[in-house]
C-alpha cells in the first residue's frame, strides 16, 4: 500500500493555516462560529453552514472526551459545503462545552463524503494517549497538530493488512442512519452470549463485535460492506445468531427512520417559530407550547443481586412486600384522585391487580424454589413477562408491560431497599423539559408541574398512561422522539409544542418572544372559554349542537358538569370490569348505574353496554387468544356469546331505569357498541325486551355504535332498529385506513380528519335521517374544536368528549353560524388528504 496518497489526502484535508493556536473564545456557541469562520476563509464552507454546525450541536453533543470536540454540521445541510476540510482551534485555558465538560481540541469538521473518516479514527486513538493529548493542548507548532491528525494514514499503510477469522460472511449495511448505538447495542448483546470471539472488519480496520465502542468507532454508514467473522466455540452458530439478529433489525431501522422522516415533514398547526431553530420531531401527546431548559432524566440500571435465602423466609418477604405495595399504590391513587382526579387514579388501581396475578407470583416462587434469591427471582419473572407482552406488536398490551415494570420496581425495593435506584426526578431544576427515554406513570403523577413545564421521551405512545397523565397534568409533552432526543445536551433552551410534537433547540430571541407572546394569548383565550363554559353550544343563527361528557364513574361527574357538560354522552362500563379482578356482580352494577343517575340530577345518560376485546383485555373473562383482536370477537359479538356477561349488566341498568323513574331521575339510554349488521341489534333488542318485561321496566332508547365502515354504510338500513346512533371515530378511523391506532408508528397517520372518514360520516348522518333518528359522537373528534366545527356541519346533532375540551368545543361552535360550518364540511369532503382538511382549520379561524 503507498503511503503517499493518504498523506497527501491528509494534508489536503488540513492545512497549516487552518490551524489556529492559542485562541481564547468566550463560549461554546463564539468557539464554534471561530472555528467555521477559518472554513469559510478557506472556501470550505458557506457562511449559511456556521448556523448548521450551532444546529446540530444542538441536537448532539459532539464533545467526542478528553478535551476534545468535533463540531459539524446537519447531513441535510451538506449542499452547502463547498469542499472537504478540517480546522483546528487550540484553546489552551479551555472552553466549557457542556456543565463539566472542557475543549482544549476543536476540530471542526467540513464534508460532503467521508473524507474526513481518516482523521475521526486518528482522534479516536488520540484520546487514548492522554500525554500526548496534553502536550497539543499547548504546543506552540502547528505541525504537531497536522502531524498528529495525519499519522493515521501511515499507521494504516504500514499496519499488516487485516485478516478476518476462520469462519466469516459478507455484510452490506442496509440501516438507513448507519450503525448507531441503538442497533449495535443488540449486535453486542447477541455476540456476548456466545464464548466464540466475533469481530467486523471494515476495510483494515477492525472492530470487537462484543465492545460497543469498538463498533461505533467504524463509523458503518449505509452502504459500507463488512465481513463478520468468529473463532472458536459455536463459532458457526453464534454467526448464524449473529446474523439473524443483524438482519432483523433492518426493518425496524427502515420504518423508525421513515416515520421520523414524515413526522419532521408534517405540517405545523398552531404556532411555529420565525426562525426555524433545529428541533426533534416527536408524536404530540399532550397540546400546549411552554418555553424552558432542558434536564436528562437518566435511571441507573444496577444488577439485581441473586442472594437466595431459605424457602419459607423468601416467601414470607415476598409476601410482606406485595402487602406493602399494595399500600404504597393505594396511597398513590388516592393522592392522585386529589390532585388529578378519578379517572388518573383508576391507573394505580389497576395497577395494584397486576400484583394478584397468579402466573407471576407462581413464576417467582418457581424461580426461588431452583434456588435463586427473593429480588432476582422477582424482576426476573417481571422481565419475563413484561417481554412476553411487548413482544405480541400491540400498543396497549407494550403500556401494560410498562405499567408491570413500574410497579415491578415497587415491589422490588421493598424486597431489597438498597435496589431504590434514584432517577433524579426529586432534584429538578425550576422551568425544565423533561428528557427521557421513557417515564412510568409513578414517575409522570408525581412529578412538579411548578418545577416540569414538559416531557419528551423517546419511546412511548400518545395513548400511554403516562402520556394521559401529562395531559391531566396540563404538561405538554411529546413520545417517539427516537434516539436523537437523548443525544441533547443537559441544560439547553428549548420549547416544547406538545401538539405538533415538537422541541425546538436553541431558539433565538425572536423564537422565544414569539413563543411567549403565543402562550399568553392561549391563556387568555382558556381565561375566555372558561369563564364562558356553562353557556350552551349555539352557534350565531341559533342552531344547538348537545354537549357531554365521557366517563366512566359517577365521581367523574361533577368535575364533567364543572366544565360545562349537559350530561353524560358515553359511560365506559368496562371499567367496572377492568379495575377488579373479577366480574362485578349485578347488584354492585346498579348501585353504580344509580349513582351515575344522581350525579347527573336529571341530565341526559347514555350507558355504553361492556365494550370489551381488542385493545382492552380483562384476563378474568377468560377470552380466548386471538391473533388480531381488533378484528375478532369485541363489543356486541363477545355479548351476543357470553349471555353470562350481558345479562346481568342489563337487569342491572333496568332495574336502575325502573328504580329510578319511582325517584325521577331521568331514562338511560343504552348503546351497544361494534354493531356490524341488522341481525345483531335485532338480536339484542330481543334480549333487552325479554329482560324488561321480566322486570316490569320503563322501556329504554336503544342506540348503537357506529365504528365499522359497514355499520356506516349500511346506516339506513340500521337506523330501522335504532333509538340514536353515536360514532366512535377512533375505531372508525382506524378501520377505515387500516392504521392500529395504538401503533406509535403510525399513530400520527390515523387522524380522524381523513376525507374517507368524513365521507363514512356524512353517510351515518343521512342513513339515520331516513328515519329521523339523532346522531352523535363520542370519539376523539369531538373533543377537538376544529373536528366539533366539521361535525356539526355534516349534520351530528351531540358531541360528546372528555371534560376538559368541551370549554373549547363550546366557544368555537359559539363564535360561528350553521352556514359557514356546512361550506367548511362541503369543502373538507372534497380534500384528498387529512392535511388539506387541517389546512381549513387557518381559514376557518
Not at 303 to 328: F, K, M, S, W, Y
Not at 459 to 470: D, E, N, V
Request: charged content about 20%; proline content about 6%; overall charge negative.
Amino acid at each position: 500500500m503507498s503511503i503517499a496518497n493518504p498523506m497527501i489526502a491528509a494534508a489536503a484535508l488540513l492545512p497549516r493555516e487552518l490551524v489556529r493556536l492559542g485562541a481564547h473564545p468566550a463560549d461554546k456557541e463564539s468557539t464554534i462560529r471561530e472555528a467555521a469562520q477559518l472554513l469559510i476563509a478557506a472556501g470550505c464552507i458557506d457562511p449559511a453552514y456556521a448556523a448548521s454546525m450551532l444546529k446540530r450541536e444542538a441536537l448532539a453533543n459532539t464533545f467526542l472526551g478528553h478535551g476534545v470536540v468535533i463540531p459539524h454540521g446537519l447531513g441535510e445541510d451538506r449542499h452547502l459545503v463547498k469542499r472537504n476540510g478540517i480546522a483546528v482551534l487550540q484553546v489552551p485555558a479551555g472552553v466549557e462545552w457542556n456543565p463539566g465538560q472542557t475543549a482544549h481540541l476543536v476540530v471542526a469538521i467540513a464534508a460532503q463524503s467521508d473524507a474526513h473518516i481518516a482523521i475521526l479514527r486518528r482522534l479516536t486513538r488520540l484520546i487514548q494517549d492522554n500525554s500526548r493529548l496534553v502536550t497539543l493542548f499547548v504546543t506552540d507548532k502547528v505541525q504537531d497538530i497536522v502531524d498528529a491528525l495525519s499519522e493515521d494514514a501511515i499507521e494504516i499503510a504500514s499496519a499488516t493488512p487485516a485478516t478476518d477469522l476462520a469462519e466469516h460472511f459478507d455484510w452490506s449495511v442496509p440501516y438507513p442512519a448507519g450503525l448507531h448505538a441503538r442497533p449495535a447495542s443488540r449486535w453486542v448483546e447477541t455476540a456476548r452470549s456466545f464464548g466464540a470471539r466475533i469481530q467486523l472488519r471494515f476495510g483494515d480496520q477492525i472492530a470487537d463485535a462484543k465492545n460497543l465502542v469498538s463498533l461505533l468507532q467504524l463509523g458503518l454508514r449505509f452502504g459500507d460492506r463488512v465481513v463478520i467473522s468468529a473463532e472458536g466455540r459455536n463459532a458457526g452458530s453464534a454467526l448464524i445468531r449473529l446474523k439473524a439478529v443483524i438482519n432483523s433489525i433492518t426493518a425496524q431501522e427502515k420504518t423508525d427512520t421513515e416515520a421520523a422522516a414524515r413526522r419532521a415533514s408534517a405540517p405545523v398547526l398552531g404556532w411555529s417559530p420565525p426562525q426555524v431553530p433545529a428541533a426533534i420531531a416527536g408524536i404530540g401527546a399532550s397540546p400546549g407550547l411552554a418555553i424552558g431548559v432542558v434536564h436528562r432524566l437518566s435511571v441507573s440500571e444496577a444488577p439485581i443481586p441473586d442472594h437466595p435465602v431459605p424457602l419459607a423466609q423468601g416467601g414470607e418477604l415476598l409476601h410482606q412486600a406485595l402487602n406493602v405495595t399494595r399500600l404504597q399504590l393505594k396511597a398513590v391513587a388516592d393522592d392522585t384522585a386529589r390532585r388529578l382526579g378519578a379517572a388518573d387514579a383508576a391507573i394505580f388501581k389497576a395497577q395494584a391487580e397486576l400484583l394478584n396475578d397468579t402466573d407471576l407470583i407462581t413464576l417467582t416462587c418457581q424461580l426461588m424454589v431452583e434456588g435463586h434469591g427473593v429480588a432476582w427471582s422477582w424482576h426476573q419473572a417481571v422481565e419475563r413477562m413484561a417481554g412476553k407482552l411487548s413482544a405480541l406488536g400491540n400498543a396497549v398490551l407494550a403500556g401494560r408491560a410498562a405499567d408491570l415494570r413500574d410497579v415491578g420496581r415497587r415491589v422490588l425495593t421493598q424486597i431489597d431497599p438498597s435496589l431504590h435506584g434514584g432517577d433524579g426526578s426529586s432534584e429538578l431544576p425550576a422551568n425544565c423539559i423533561l428528557l427521557a427515554n421513557d417515564l412510568s406513570p409513578s414517575d409522570t403523577a408525581m412529578l412538579d408541574p411548578q418545577r416540569v413545564v414538559g416531557l419528551a421521551t423517546a419511546q412511548g405512545g400518545p395513548t400511554s398512561h403516562t402520556a394521559i397523565l401529562a395531559r391531566t397534568l396540563g404538561l405538554p409533552a411529546l413520545v417517539a422522539g427516537g434516539a436523537a432526543l437523548l443525544d441533547v445536551s443537559e441544560g439547553v433552551a428549548a420549547i416544547i409544542d406538545g401538539q405538533n410534537g415538537r422541541l425546538y433547540l436553541n431558539p433565538s430571541p425572536a423564537d422565544l418572544a414569539s413563543a411567549r407572546a403565543y402562550i399568553e394569548e392561549q391563556q387568555a383565550v382558556r381565561a375566555r372559554e372558561a369563564e364562558q363554559r356553562s353557556l350552551p353550544a349555539q352557534t350565531r343563527d341559533g342552531h344547538r349542537v348537545d354537549i357531554g361528557a365521557n366517563v366512566n364513574l359517577p365521581d367523574q361527574v361533577p368535575i364533567a358538569l364543572s366544565q360545562g357538560a349537559e350530561g353524560v354522552g358515553l359511560m365506559r362500563t368496562e371499567f367496572l370490569f377492568l379495575e377488579q379482578g373479577s366480574a362485578p356482580s349485578e347488584d354492585q352494577q346498579y348501585e353504580t348505574y344509580m349513582a351515575m343517575a344522581r350525579a347527573l340530577d336529571g341530565r341526559p345518560l347514555i350507558v355504553r353496554a361492556l365494550d370489551i376485546g381488542g385493545d382492552k383485555q380483562v384476563a378474568h373473562l377468560d377470552l380466548p387468544h386471538e391473533d388480531n383482536p381488533f378484528l375478532g370477537v369485541r363489543g356486541a359479538r363477545l355479548l351476543l356469546r357470553r349471555s353470562d356477561l350481558l345479562d346481568p349488566q342489563l337487569r342491572a341498568l333496568y332495574r336502575a331505569a325502573k328504580d329510578g323513574a319511582k325517584l325521577s331521575i331521568p331514562q338511560f339510554k343504552i348503546m351497544f357498541p361494534m354493531i356490524t349488521s341488522a341481525p345483531e341489534i335485532i338480536a339484542l333488542r330481543a334480549i333487552c325486551e325479554r329482560i324488561r318485561n321480566e322486570l316490569t321496566a320503563p322501556v329504554l332508547p336503544i342506540g348503537i355504535m357506529i365504528e365499522v365502515p359497514a355499520a356506516a354504510i349500511q346506516a339506513d338500513a340500521l337506523a330501522r332498529h335504532s333509538d340514536f346512533f353515536s360514532i366512535g371515530t377512533n375505531d372508525l378511523t382506524q378501520y377505515v385506513l387500516a392504521i392500529d391506532r395504538q401503533n406509535p408508528e403510525l399513530a400520527a397517520e390515523a387522524d380522524s380528519l381523513h376525507p374517507a372518514v368524513l365521507r363514512l360520516i356524512r353517510l351515518t348522518v343521512e342513513g339515520a335521517a331516513y328515519h329521523g333518528r339523532w346522531v352523535g359522537v363520542c370519539g376523539g373528534l369531538a373533543g377537538d374544536p376544529f373536528g366539533a366545527m366539521l361535525l356539526t356541519g355534516l349534520g351530528v346533532h351531540e358531541l360528546s368528549m372528555t371534560p376538559r375540551d368541551i370549554p373549547a368545543v363550546k366557544a368555537r361552535l359559539r363564535a360561528t353560524d350553521l352556514a359557514t360550518l356546512k361550506l367548511l364540511a362541503t369543502k373538507a369532503l372534497s380534500a384528498e388528504t387529512a392535511a388539506e382538511v387541517r389546512a381549513l382549520d387557518g381559514a376557518a379561524q
